[in-house]
């Protein structure tokens, strides 16, 4: 089973959000693919590729071929940056994080995503996530300003989500989500989320 497939399943399990939890056309519902877009963003991001405050900047925008939401259409879409909607995007995350490069897709993902998360000063709640013991919560505006406006609009742009739907929706699962992926209260190395992405989240 691989990650996109766990986490497809375990997100469609969740109850009282029929409008993120509907899968989509290629299989996978919108929260999956927002989940593992902003994964899939933040290993890019480490990378060396210009964050949203560098896109906005350069005048780039979030639906300029050049920014924040020209990287996640071409990464996500798999066909040059088209916006083809959820179902569209299927493939292209399936292929990310199914691949050869999926450990390090993963691993840094994961990683650049806590560290964003401790920056914005949300630091004891992502770390509750990791490691051992009940998950802190984290609300809709406070996960907003941790991974950036414009990676929102990106993200909603490409999912179909409306910015509102789409943050409570993340708010929600993603410290599932960050707890599924650190089954041994660490971030996985390399080796260790090649094997998570290859199989599947552990089961809690």
Do not use: C
């Amino acid at each position: 089973m691989s990650l996109a497939t766990a986490l497809n399943a375990m997100l469609g399990g969740q109850r009282g959000q029929p409008q993120t939890g509907q899968p989509s056309g290629g299989g996978m519902s919108p929260i999956t693919v927002a989940l593992l877009g902003l994964l899939a963003y933040k290993a890019f991001k480490g990378r060396g590729q210009p964050d949203p405050g560098t896109a906005a900047t350069a005048g780039q925008g979030t639906g300029a071929p050049g920014g924040l939401g020209g990287l996640l259409g071409g990464l996500l879409s798999g066909s040059g940056g088209t916006q083809g909607g959820p179902g569209g995007l299927a493939g292209g995350l399936g292929g990310l994080f199914g691949g050869a490069s999926a450990g390090s897709a993963l691993s840094g993902g994961l990683s650049n995503l806590i560290n964003d998360l401790q920056n914005a000063g949300h630091g004891q709640a992502a770390q509750s996530w990791v490691g051992d013991g009940p998950n802190q919560p984290i609300a809709p505006d406070e996960l907003a300003h941790a991974i950036g406006d414009d990676t929102v609009q990106a993200l909603s742009k490409q999912t179909g989500l409306s910015p509102s739907d789409l943050l409570a929706a993340l708010s929600q699962h993603l410290p599932q989500v960050v707890d599924q992926l650190t089954p041994d209260g660490r971030l996985p190395t390399q080796d260790e989320a090649q094997q998570l992405a290859q199989s599947g989240t552990d089961a809690h």
